[in-house]
């Protein structure tokens, strides 16, 4: 529902200098440890479920359940936004995350930390999606790129160091810890932010609440949540629970689009589908997202798995990426008036597509050093990806939308990252299977290297049993690791099928937003 010209506010005017700083680095903030959250934990689950007496595979409910109420609330920003107002929705999240994040690090049993964190990821559901449309809000026209560019920068850096950062505190100090840094960082922002924006509040309307939309929103991404999340645990849909979870949320899912199509206040804002780059953009960035997420799952899997390496080394090996998304963020925002967005994303994906057909090239006795160089490399592409996408699935759209567009976007992003994370590991792990069975029919007597493998192993020492270990142990290796280059090879074509639909898209992509009529 868009506020009619009479009932606008006069466009206020962006905010300036010092004043200008000070938000964007509250705002950045505040972004940075919602999708830090998102990582943080993982190589922390160990630890969390020695220390509260569950199985590391209950342990990952801390993820999932964080990751469920996150994705349910992202649809809702565009409603609490318009229902509240802009500032009071972002700063009541914040501090809805500050106070669940400390009570996580409190918790004394696993159901509390999972109550906890479920609500700190309904606290973080609106964050994203508001931080981006209260900055692009407070810039002015001019400066809406670079205001995008460093938005975006911090959605792509977080992600690479909650890894390192939580497994640096879980290893120094101890697991509650990656929890406890969120409250001084969380209560500064939200201090901040509405010092600054409290006189510059967004239009509020009455609305009624859309409970169908609602239930059918929360029990369909529930169900899909939980499935994706549980699915490679239980042989997917061979579980009679899977199987349920699957059909409940496509039931649901599907009865939501036909309803918040026809609804008359709906609680998400389909008809920006409407949209032909609302459209293109959103499809892009959340199948690319797939692709990207995929292999960002199965690396330091790999190389915990299979080669060795500590959580803080794979962490310090998947690192590399952020250094040149880092450095060429701004640069992508200051000219991004003056790109050709379609070409420029097309160029993040042969990025993506060729360092993924390079990661494919490697075998289980590659350097630490030769696996960074094509995550250094790749990073190139992540400013051209996730910047132009943004600025193209805004284009044209009023200010009163940014909200809604980005909390849809943001939603369609983090469910891609879902179904990128259960498939891809579900593909490796049969990939893995399959090359191991092969590979276990050339150990005969038939074969002379087999032979005299084995032969070499014995005269070393080891008895026939022993000898029949190693070469299991080098045969499960080297399976991983051909399972992990299949992994990789998928992602490549992903990218490369994308490139076309991005010239779906219409220019002129224009300004990011009318979000300067604030």
């Not at 005017?13 to 200008?20: I, N, R, S, W």
């Not at 953009?281 to 799952?297: E, K, P, R, T």
């Not at 696996?371 to 190139?380: D, E, I, K, T």
């Not at 990218?495 to 639909?501: G, T």
Request: proline letters at 5%; glycine letters at 8%; aromatic letters at 10%.
């Amino acid at each position: 529902m868009a506020a009619t010209p009479h009932d606008a506010p006069p466009p206020l005017k962006p905010l300036q200098g010092g004043a200008l700083v000070l938000l964007t680095i509250a705002v950045a903030f505040s972004t940075f440890m919602e999708v830090l959250d998102m990582t943080i934990v993982n190589v922390s689950v160990p630890h969390i479920a020695g220390s509260l007496g569950v199985s590391p595979s209950e342990g990952t409910w801390t993820i999932s359940s964080y990751a469920l109420a996150s994705a349910i609330m992202q649809p809702l920003t565009g409603w609490l936004a318009r229902r509240f107002g802009e500032v009071k929705t972002f700063v009541g999240s914040v501090l809805l995350f500050v106070v669940f994040s400390m009570l996580c690090g409190l918790a004394t049993s696993m159901p509390m930390l999972v109550i906890c964190r479920l609500m700190q990821g309904a606290g973080s559901g609106p964050m994203v999606a508001l931080s981006l449309s209260l900055l692009l809000a407070s810039y002015p026209k001019a400066k809406q790129g670079i205001a995008l560019a460093l938005w975006a920068m911090t959605v792509v850096v977080a992600p690479i160091f909650g890894p390192i950062l939580g497994g640096w505190l879980t290893d120094n100090f101890s697991w509650p810890w990656i929890f406890y840094i969120n409250v001084p960082v969380g209560a500064l922002a939200a201090i901040v932010t509405w010092v600054l924006l409290r006189k510059r509040e967004t239009t509020t309307f009455k609305m009624p609440i859309d409970v169908v939309g609602l239930v059918l929103l929360v029990v369909g991404v529930g169900a899909l949540q939980f499935m994706l999340d549980n699915g490679n645990d239980n042989d997917w849909f061979a579980s009679p629970m899977i199987l349920t979870l699957g059909i409940t949320a496509l039931v649901c899912l599907t009865f939501l689009i036909v309803w918040e199509l026809y609804a008359k206040h709906p609680v998400i804002e389909l008809s920006l589908f409407k949209g032909r780059n609302f459209t293109v953009a959103v499809v892009a960035l959340s199948l690319g997202m797939m692709a990207f997420f995929g292999i960002n799952v199965v690396f330091p899997l790999w190389l915990q798995i299979t080669l060795g390496y500590t959580a803080t080394w794979a962490g310090l090996a998947s690192a590399p990426v952020g250094v040149l998304a880092f450095l060429m963020a701004p640069v992508i925002g200051a000219n991004i008036q003056r790109l050709e967005l379609r070409a420029v994303v097309t160029f993040a994906f042969i990025v993506f597509a060729g360092t993924s057909f390079w990661f494919a090239s490697f075998d289980s006795s590659a350097s630490f050093s030769t696996l960074v160089l094509p995550r250094f490399v790749m990073g190139v592409g992540i400013a051209c990806f996730f910047i132009p996408l943004n600025q193209m699935y805004l284009s044209g759209l009023g200010a009163d939308q940014v909200a809604s567009a980005s909390g849809l976007a943001n939603f369609c992003r983090t469910l891609g990252s879902s179904v990128s994370t259960a498939a891809t590991v579900t593909l490796w792990q049969h990939r893995g299977d399959y090359h191991h069975a092969v590979l276990t029919e050339h150990i005969t007597p038939a074969v002379p290297a087999a032979n005299g493998f084995l032969q070499q192993l014995q005269h070393g020492g080891f008895s026939v049993q022993q000898s029949l270990g190693v070469v299991e142990q080098l045969i499960s290796r080297e399976a991983l690791t051909l399972a992990v280059n299949d992994v990789y090879l998928a992602c490549a074509v992903m990218f490369v099928a994308l490139i076309p639909l991005l010239w779906l898209a219409r220019p002129p992509f224009g300004n990011a937003s009318g979000a300067a009529g604030h």
